[in-house]
């Protein structure tokens, strides 16, 4: 029997079944839901793995299932659902570990860590999926399974950041249904193509496909963050830590920024969208998000929402990749989504150490923090360089690439915002770097838990050490065989070049 | 063995049993839950060996001469894929609600609800098996009347204002209707649906007749303006019967005035078509805004209900041009919104138990307290929001289709406002049952079962969007709606 069908399946139940489990366990069922947790996140790794290698070999894995006449659920790896799925699948087994470290005594942690592994399931999906309606499927299932996660804390606060967050994300949804109906009449399929299966429209069509793109980028822009439709991504900052870290630095937006790299890629084709003049306007206002998210990050003092806005400027190094349309620029934008989720996650973690350790939520706070939790702040401040485009951190691969694209799709005016980026970047991280390593440390912290002779707990440490090592590594590494960025070569070539 | 089961005739048995077994638990009240239980297992059985026969050896169409005395003299039953899915729907909710009503009601209670419940289940067969408009007629009073009773049942005052209401509607509908029938029958000498199909003309009488008989239904099935008596009827009831009414009750009316649009009106009245799909998008906006409105929980769910039949109502002007999808779209709406509000009502009948009252504002941490409730509104609420993989979702999805297929983008504008509106008051609940309220309360004690049967519905409701395929085949509608010469 030929398994290989079986093994996208797989991936995505690898989470799901274990969330399901979690659910139905009693509170004080610690050391079982850890077990849960971690067998599932191991099994989708390895998994991951054997299909990383299979296409490599030339395997095909595929899955379909006839939903309604005409209409499939499909499950496929291809290069661009692998480089996501590899990096969901790796960062929720290191966000696992740190959930655990943080949430230690905490109540409702099987509420928790089921609609944990139910939003990881989420993302898989939307990575893996093979056409727009699977897409659409698991980016609503995402919408549902982590509004429990923003309102975790059940206080006024959370409901009303819930609240916020659904009103953006439902809207989008909504958008992005029409759009997607609205295609699937016009066109009868919805299948993922390379190269976009709206071309043999005729011209007739053209108004109709630009408000299509409209909607769907305006649906995806939602979980993008993309201004104006960002809103919602500083208030959700109320959920707990690892929530913010992996389902505000990765999932969540990144399934909107997927989306969008899939709706130019394989629904429209980059021709195609070039030609409906719709590119434009978008790289237009990715650069608008980049300045304004990096401006409005200049002026927080919490740490969290600052992060927050980096993420809203960050995010649309993604897209902007994405809508320059030429072949080096996709390389940048793409492995962006890697990197950026690499170094995200790790100032994430550090500042949920921040909290957890010695409740410093506040940058104003963080004076000499350095000398009291050198980890922490090591890798904080190799994911600070990273965001800022220091070589040879992952973050400058991708503004290099992103740089480079522009010049040879001769937008110039792509590198004023890649420096100007740049130098909004220092601008917000250096004074923290600053506090954090040359000032003073205060006489007392707000708070100071005791870890013997550790500057936190292990599994608060260990995760954002890995993450940015890993933001060190791929960077260092970029032109190794499977590095993100000759993954994002790959893609890029099967979208540019192949016949 | 297998032999025996494919040759019981079950259609008959789906109405003699649950009318016998009424009148035997009215006799001895202490049988009463055993035998209801039973009768409600054998229903769903029953249900299934009919969806057998009708596939497997009558082809789609099971027509029975009651004595051997055919129409136009005798009383014929009729099913179809139209009747299996109704059937199939009411088995359904009927099996959750009685095992939730096993547990919920007094010894006292119990004795009265078990034999009225029993006939409703009767009605409600025997209406979905009618081959006649005026056997229609009378299963649907009979609908009616065990419903009022239904709902009076608790007593009180809110419970008989809300009973007399419904009563003074049921009977004011079904008399509409009565002339209707009189007038087609005085007409055309006969009262079953296929002579009748083969034999109307655009008259003053048969649209007088179409006038009187779509208005008493509308009544009935509460579709906006006339749904002034439900939210009231709908609330006041007790948790299984408001379950009841909303999932089945409404169902039943619309089932019949969709049997007639189908079989005789539609030929001549495409401008009523359009009529129905307005007022079906107000009553999406409407009910759904009223919903977002409402302080109680049990009144926001009835709105709620005044809302989502609406959406049933968007597939007349649809079906004009392109029947199929349109019909099929109604088909799951209906059947994952008969899953998903019964689920809703129980649910508000665990929470009312639980902090005996039902104001949302002081759901007090229930998502801690009562997670397998919660969930079971999530859930539901799921499928009422259309959003995926819920058989919500597939019926909205047929809907919107057809509507962007044929440039109605009022309808499509008003299905998709209608979803948000609901995630509006969907979430305003969960919000509430996640935060600490103001005023903390006494928990009572919920029973498992009640807790189990409302979720086992809602996840029917959302499973239900994954088995898109094989449900659309097994109730075949295209045959229905072939009659109405429109191929899609």
Same mark, same amino acid.
């Given at each position: ?9 797989? +991936? ?15 509170? !004080? ?10 067998? &599932?996140?191991?099994?989708?790794? $390895? ?25 499939? @659920? ?29 949430? !230690? ?120 963050? @993309?201004?104006?439709?960002? $809103? ?5 900052? +109320? ?7 992996? @389902? ?21 084709? +980059? ?5 409906? $003049? ?53 390389? &940048? ?34 004076? &000499? +923090? ?130 | ?29 202490? =049988? ?91 009605? =409600? ?31 009180? *005052? ?79 009831? /007790? ?26 009106? /539609? ?160 979430? *305003? ?43 659309? /085949? ?15």
């Amino acid at each position: 029997m030929n398994w290989d069908p079986w093994i996208p399946v797989l +991936v995505v139940a690898s989470s799901l079944l274990p969330g399901l489990l979690i659910f139905s366990l009693a509170e !004080e069922r610690v050391r079982l839901r850890t077990v849960l947790n971690l067998l &599932g996140a191991f099994i989708k790794f $390895g998994l991951v793995g054997l299909m990383a290698w299979g296409i490599y070999n030339g395997h095909h894995y595929e899955m379909r299932v006839a939903l309604l006449p005409g209409l499939e @659920l499909v499950l496929r790896a291809g290069p661009l659902s692998l480089l996501f799925v590899t990096l969901s699948a790796l960062l929720w087994l290191v966000t696992t570990i740190y959930a655990i470290g943080y949430l !230690e005594g905490s109540p409702h942690r099987s509420r928790f860590f089921g609609f944990f592994s139910l939003c990881v399931t989420a993302t898989v999906g939307v990575a893996l999926s093979g056409n727009l309606f699977t897409f659409l499927l698991f980016y609503e299932l995402l919408t549902l399974a982590t509004y429990p996660l923003v309102v975790h804390r059940g206080t006024q606060i959370a409901r009303q950041g819930g609240r916020t967050y659904l009103i953006y994300t439902l809207f989008g949804g909504a958008l992005l249904l029409l759009g997607t109906v609205w295609l699937y009449s016009l066109t009868g399929t919805l299948e993922f193509t390379p190269r976009g299966f709206v071309s043999g429209l005729g011209a007739e069509h053209e108004t109709a496909l630009i408000i299509i793109f409209i909607l769907l980028i305006a649906g995806l822009g939602v979980k993008a963050a @993309l201004f104006p439709l960002h $809103g919602w991504l500083p208030q959700a900052m +109320v959920a707990p830590a690892p929530v913010s870290a992996l @389902l505000h630095a990765v999932a969540v937006v990144k399934a909107g920024a997927f989306g969008i790299i899939r709706v130019v890629y394989d629904v429209f084709g +980059v021709e195609t969208a070039a030609s409906l $003049g719709v590119t434009a306007p978008l790289a237009a206002l990715a650069a608008f998000t980049i300045i304004y998210g990096s401006l409005r990050a200049i002026f927080q003092d919490d740490l969290k929402r600052r992060l927050a806005f980096s993420t809203v400027s960050q995010v649309s190094y993604i897209i902007l990749g994405t809508a320059i349309a030429g072949p080096i620029a996709t390389i &940048g934008g793409v492995v962006h989504l890697v990197h950026q989720g690499l170094m995200k996650i790790t100032l994430f973690f550090c500042a949920g150490n921040l909290a957890e350790t010695l409740e410093i939520h506040k940058i104003s706070e963080m004076n &000499g +923090v350095a000398r009291r939790m050198p980890w922490t702040m090591a890798a904080f401040t190799i994911g600070a360089f990273g965001m800022i485009g220091v070589p040879p951190i992952a973050g400058f691969i991708s503004k290099w690439y992103l740089g480079l694209g522009a010049l040879e799709a001769e937008q110039h005016w792509v590198i004023l915002v890649l420096v100007g980026s740049s130098l909004l970047n220092a601008a917000y991280f250096l004074p923290i770097l600053y506090r954090a390593w040359f000032r003073e440390p205060p006489s007392s912290w707000p708070a100071d838990h005791d870890f013997g002779r550790k500057e936190t707990a292990w599994a608060l440490l260990l995760p954002p050490v890995v993450t940015a090592a890993f933001a060190l590594g791929v960077g260092l590494l970029a032109s190794l065989p499977f590095s993100p960025l000759e993954w994002a070569k790959l893609i890029a070539e099967r979208e540019f070049y192949r016949p | 063995m297998l032999a025996l089961l494919t040759d019981i005739p079950w259609a008959i048995v789906l109405i003699l049993l649950p009318l016998t077994a009424g009148m035997v638990s009215f006799v001895f009240p202490r =049988l009463a839950k055993g035998l209801s239980l039973g009768t409600v297992l054998i229903t769903v059985l029953a249900v299934a060996g009919l969806g057998w026969q009708l596939h497997y050896i009558y082809g789609g169409t099971y027509q029975h001469a009651i004595g051997g005395w055919g129409a136009p003299l005798g009383i014929d039953l009729h099913a179809d894929g139209l009747s299996l899915l109704m059937l199939t729907l009411t088995a359904l909710v009927a099996l959750g609600v009685s095992v939730y009503s096993s547990v919920y009601f007094t010894r006292e209670q119990a004795i009265r609800f078990w034999p009225v419940w029993l006939f409703l289940l009767a009605a =409600l067969n025997a209406l979905f098996l009618a081959a006649d408009i005026f056997n229609l007629y009378v299963t649907l009073e009979l609908l009616g009347l065990s419903a009022v009773t239904l709902t009076a049942l608790l007593g009180g *005052k809110a419970a008989l204002d809300g009973a007399m209401r419904y009563l003074l509607a049921t009977l004011l509908g079904s008399l509409s209707y009565l002339l209707g029938v009189a007038l087609l029958y005085h007409s055309y000498g006969s009262v079953d649906i296929a002579i009748l199909a083969a034999r109307v003309e655009a008259t003053p009488a048969v649209w007088a007749a179409l006038g009187l008989m779509g208005a008493g239904l509308m009544l009935k099935t509460a579709l906006f303006p006339l749904h002034f008596w439900l939210p009231r009827a709908h609330a006041s009831a /007790s948790a299984p019967v408001s379950a009841v009414l909303s999932a089945l009750a409404v169902k039943a009316s619309f089932y019949i005035l969709l049997r007639l649009w189908l079989a005789i009106f /539609s030929p001549l009245a495409e401008s009523a078509a359009s009529l129905l799909g307005v007022l079906g998008a107000v009553a999406i906006l409407w009910g759904s805004l009223q919903a977002l409105r409402q302080t109680r929980l049990k009144l926001l769910i009835a709105y709620s209900t005044v809302a989502q039949i609406g959406y049933l109502f968007l597939a007349f002007p649809l079906a004009v041009a392109t029947a199929m999808p349109a019909w099929n779209a109604a088909a799951y709406l209906a059947l994952s919104h008969a899953l998903a509000k019964s689920a809703m009502f129980m649910v508000a009948g665990n929470l009312l138990r639980f902090g005996s009252h039902d104001r949302i504002a002081d759901l007090d941490r229930v998502v801690q307290r009562l997670p397998l409730t919660a969930s079971a509104f999530a859930l539901a609420g799921v499928s009422i929001m259309g959003l995926p993989p819920s058989g919500g979702f597939i019926g909205k999805w047929l809907l919107l289709e057809t509507a962007l297929g044929q440039g109605r983008w009022d309808l499509a504008a008003v299905m998709l406002i209608g979803g948000l509106l609901a995630a509006g008051y969907v979430f *305003k609940v969960l919000g509430h049952a996640f935060t600490e309220a103001s005023v903390t309360h006494v928990a009572g004690a919920v029973p498992r079962t009640m807790e189990w049967a409302a979720f086992l519905l809602a996840l029917a409701a959302v499973l239900l969007g994954l088995l898109a395929a094989p449900v659309l /085949s097994w109730f075949d509608l295209s045959e229905v709606a072939g009659m109405q010469g429109v191929s899609p």
